[in-house]
Structures are given as C-alpha cells and as structure tokens.
C-alpha cells in the first residue's frame, strides 16, 4: 500500500492547574518552555511532525482564549488551518470539527490525532508509529491508537490491553482487547506484570469515515453532531458549522469513541514519552544536578540555587530566584505569580487554587 | 530658655543586604513600606518630625545612586536641601557636610541628626524626646544622643552607659559614662540587669560648634575635613566643597565623635523603637496571623498562605504570592527576583550574594 497522505491534528485547547502559576487558563501547558532549549511543547510537538506532514496538511485545535498564543507560538502557520473551537465541549466534538474540516479540504485523507502538550523522543521513531498507524487506518475503517510500553505501575494514566498481533509488521500492531480507565497501584502492577498492558497514550490515527462510522456504533447525539459539522464544512457554511458544534454532547474521545468502536487497533510505541503531570515529574525530562534540584530557567531568567537540594525550580521573565538553604520544595515565579510549596503538596494545587478563586483573585487563574 | 530653631537631617543613604531582593543598591531599607499602611520608612521618618521640624529646616543627606529615590519618595521636598554626598564616606563626613550647610544658612541653629530607616511610635513622645534634645544641645557645647530602655538583652545594638542625672527635667538626662560596642549574650544581660544601660538608637542633637569641637578633642583629620566643607558652605564653592568631603577619612560619627567627645548627654527615650534588622524580626512591627505568619504586601500586591505556618512573606508588584503548606521560611518576591530561605538562614544572606556576585548577577543586588 503506497503512503497516506497524511493530515496532522494538534489539540492545543484545555487548561490545568497542576503547573500554576505557570500555566493559565489563557496559557495552557502547551506554552511553557518544557521542551528544552526554550522550546515550548507546542512548538516542539510542531517540530516533531517535521518532513512527515507538510505545514498545509497541519492543523491546530484550540479554544478562543488561547489562539492568540498559538499563532505567537507557531510563526508562519497559516492562521486558516487554526480550528477554533467555539465553546469547551472536551475532546470528542474537537476531533469530529477536524475532521469535518479536514474531509472537506481533502476527502478521504487519512489524519493523526495528538496532544501539544506531551515530550515524546525521538522524533524519527514517532514518525515511523505514525507512518504504520497511518497504513493500518488507509482502510478507512480502523481507528488506531498507540500503547506506550510502561516504565513503572503508574497509577495516573489508562492502559490499553492487547489482543491478537495484527501481522507482522513493524512497530507491531494489536487488536485492542479493551481499553481500562486508571488503575490502583495493586492493578497497575498486575498490568506491569503481565506484559499485555500498554500506557493510552492519547494519540489516534483515523479517516473521517472511520471515525463516523466508530460514532454511529457507539454515541448517536455525537454523530449526529458530527454528520451536521461536517455537512457544514462542506458547505463552507461557517454560522451551521457553529450550530452544530454547540449542539455537540460535551464527551471525551476515549469515553464517546474509542472504548466502544468496533474495529480500534494499536501500534506499540517503544520510545520515550512523558506527559508532563506536574513540576514533581519533571526531573523525568530535566536532568537533576548533583544536589537532586531540577532547574527549568525561561528566557532572561536565572536560577541560584545555594545550599538547596531535591527542589524543582522554574522560572520564567527577567529575575533571579534564589533557594538558599531549603530542600524538597517546589518554588515557581513568572511575572505576576510565585508558588512556594513542598514537593509532596505540588500535586495537590487543587486546594489552593480554590482559594485563589474565593479570595477574588481568579484573574490570577 | 526659650526653644531654639531646630533643624532636622536625615540620613537616607547607606545599603544592606539583610533585606534582599526588597532592599537594593539603588533602593535601601528606607525605600521599603516597612512603615505600616503602605509607607515607606522614609516617608515615615519625614512625617514623625512634622509640626516639630518645618520643611524649610528639613534635610536629606543621601547618595547620588539614591537621590532620584528620595525625591520620588518625598514629593514636594525642596531638591536643594537634599544633600548629596560625593562618595561614600561613612557617617561622620556626611554629619559634618550637614552640619556645614545648616550652619552656612542658619547661624548657631541646633540640629537633630537621625537615621531614615527606623520604627519609632508615637511621633508626639519621639517629639518630645527631641525638643529635650534641642535644650540640652543649645548651649553650643553639649552632644545629646539618645538611649532607647531595652526590652531584651539584644546583641545587635550598641549600648550606652549612664552617668549622672544631669538636671530635674523630663524625659530625664544623663551624662553618658561610655559608649559600648555589641556585647556578646552574658554581656548583654548584664547591661539590662544594672538598670545603668540605654541601646544607642543612633539619633543625635547638637550645633555645628559643638560637633566642630568634638572633633577637635578627638579626630583632627575630620576637623581638617569638617572645616573645609564650612568655608566652602560659606563661600558657595561648590567645587571646594566637594574637594573637603573627599578628603575626609571614612569614619563613623560614634567611632570618630562621640566616643571620644568631651561632653556628651544622654536622654532617656521611652518608646518603641526598631531598627529593623532583618525580615524575620519584622513580626515586631507586623502581627503576625492566627498560624504565625507574618504578611507584608506592596501596593498592588497579594499574599496568599494557604496551610503555612511561622513565614514571613514579602511581596511587591502587581503579583500574587501563594505560599501553600510551607512552614517557618522567609518568601520575598518583587518584579526582578524571589528569595526562599528557611528562617534561621535569613540572617546569614551573605553566602547567596556572594554566590549572585560569582554567577555575574550583581546587577540583581
């Protein structure tokens, strides 16, 4: 089978607390520098697709808040290939938008489906995955996922379990024999253990078509959304193509499509992948120094750490950011915002940011 | 005796690290709103002396690097009576430039000598602490300084031992039987224990005679110096005056004049006073919270301690500043830098700038 040609979908919307002060509802994960060497994810995740998907077949979902930043973040991307979402409604009507979208533009094209706001490496061996998955979805009826083959039981991701090898192609490919919501570490080990459970990744290649047909199997009001979304596109009628993206249920992916479509597939993925939970797991992309501190200094910032250890440090603008004699705390400064907390209290922000909220400083949210 | 004119000059130059990265170069204690309500100390020390000092017998001696700061923080300060010292020369040259411009305007006038960035309430008592002072200090002869009842046996002050009551007055007076140094602790209790010592808060009275012969008993480069700068003052020679403060020898006015001075007076004060050391005695002046935190917040700053208990944060800017389930540390953000330091290091900042010095980031001090 001769190569797809292959359209990219970036999901660049949603917000998150777990990296506040940094991250904002109107600067999302994706916007920080955690790529390394300044890079922003989103600008890395642009990157990664390099040579594989050619900037007119590239195509970045986000909400009204945040396409601003996209298009600072993403010099020269034509700003008609920015899908706005017109309100949140999670990911399920996002990826019905683009792919009436795409369908439209280029019909039958087969479309990958990723996250801005994850670090994967190295970069030729995700297009190789996304190469295969793009084989096995040319069909027009396979939805394809990839499985990350675990590092450790972790207890806050889902996990994908194997069935049957498809064939004997490479990265191997399985039939999904289900798809399992996050675990308790007693499971997640049982998991591990058992060789036959891989990390969802939240990476999907698919048609229009297939991903149609994967809602008319599974949830009717989302189809009939997506069917009117993309009867709009075609009709390049922008006012119904709005319409019926409000009239979309408010569903996930994984939830609306993937756990019950008929025919999903998965392409094992042996490569290095982090989400980027929260500033703790940082030093999983950040190499600590000798003292255990894990640094990530934005542009024109400067870390001084004197005397500290274990600590996680990020920092973005003009200033310094002294620790001088702490240990195990994480400290975040950017313009208008510092967070001192300990390490073991860095993913529970929930707490604070509801203060935040009743002390009328929402605006710092 | 009727009062005689009085004339105030306040030392506003100077730096310090103990208040890093609030406290700068450019922008020393003074300029910090450690005063309550926003103010500065600066302001503070300018307002204590209202309906005392008029404006037109007000001085401000300071550097050049803090002249702009001074004349931002004192709006409606006439700039020619902001004395700018030359260099830095140590309190004594500078006492001797105010001494010698207030005696080239206003012949024989007494005036009080105190430092910018102190806490001293209430104004009315401190006042009349002063005009006490003027009295004793008319005779053209008499230093007067002033000796605060010390509340604990402090090792960070100087302290000054009793002689003879002078006279029946109030607050009462006494000759000063010596200046002592910092004492070690066991020293320390001692002098509170006999009743017999004051701390040396640093403020002084007296005429440019008296202070021109108390150099005369004691430093005759200074007298050279002091005698200069009062002809170049008489003469308007701004060039010559200049030229006398760089010829002065960089000395204290305790080490040079006082200790050494033939007639000295003290004068009990009974109020509260502070002379702020560092942020973690700032709970002297601050109440601290139900948890024990003590909270200082700039004008457009807010402070949230969510879960934290006995730190003292300081913030400036528009900016919030979340500390959240942290314990017993000193937080201090402002626009170009953050420190986060445990307690009991906060007094010992002098490693984190020699390390800021190392790392090329001295602007940052």
Same mark, same amino acid.
């Given at each position: 089978m001769n190569a797809p040609r292959l359209h990219a979908v970036i999901l660049a919307g949603g917000s998150g607390t777990r990296f506040w002060p940094a991250s904002r509802g109107h600067r999302p994960k994706q916007f920080l520098p955690l790529a390394g060497g300044q890079r922003t994810l989103l600008q890395a995740t642009v990157e990664r697709l390099r040579g594989l998907v050619p900037v007119d077949r590239l195509w970045i979902v986000t909400n009204p808040q945040q396409a601003g930043g996209v298009l600072a973040a993403a010099p020269g991307f034509p700003p008609e290939q920015v899908i706005v979402e017109p309100h949140a409604r999670d990911t399920a009507p996002c990826v019905a938008l683009a792919a009436?979208?795409?369908?439209?533009?280029?019909?039958?094209?087969v479309h990958v489906v990723l996250p801005a706001d994850h670090r994967i490496e190295p970069a030729a061996a995700f297009q190789r995955l996304l190469e295969r998955g793009a084989e096995l979805a040319a069909d027009g009826r396979t939805l394809v996922t990839f499985g990350i083959q675990p590092a450790r039981? /972790? !207890?806050?991701?889902g996990y994908i379990e194997l069935g049957a090898q498809l064939d004997g192609g490479q990265p191997a490919a399985y039939r999904v024999a289900r798809f399992r919501e996050k675990p308790d570490v /007693? !499971?997640?080990r049982a998991f591990v253990e058992s060789g036959r459970f891989l990390w969802n990744s939240g990476i999907f290649v698919w048609t229009a078509a297939a991903l149609l047909a994967a809602m008319r199997a599974g949830h009717r009001d989302l189809l009939a959304a997506a069917e009117r979304m993309a009867a709009a596109c075609r009709a390049g009628d922008d006012q119904a193509l709005a319409a019926a993206f409000a009239a979309a249920p408010k569903t996930s992916i994984d939830y609306a499509v993937m756990e019950r479509a008929p025919q999903v597939a998965v392409v094992r993925a042996d490569l290095r992948w982090d989400d980027l939970g929260s500033f703790v797991t940082l030093g999983a992309e950040f190499?600590?120094?000798a003292a255990g501190n894990v640094q990530v200094a934005g542009a024109g910032a400067r870390l001084l750490l004197e005397d500290a250890r274990g600590c996680v440090a990020?920092?973005?603008g003009r200033r310094v950011?002294?620790?001088?004699?702490?240990h195990d705390l994480v400290v975040v400064a950017v313009d208008d915002a510092v967070l001192v907390c300990p390490k073991d209290r860095a993913e529970?922000?929930?707490a604070l940011v509801q203060r935040l909220r009743e002390q009328g400083l929402a605006e710092y949210l």
């Open positions: 009436a979208r795409i369908e439209a533009r280029d019909p039958g094209a039981p /972790a !207890t806050g991701f /007693a !499971t997640a190499a600590p120094d990020y920092a973005e950011v002294a620790l001088f004699g702490v529970d922000l929930k």
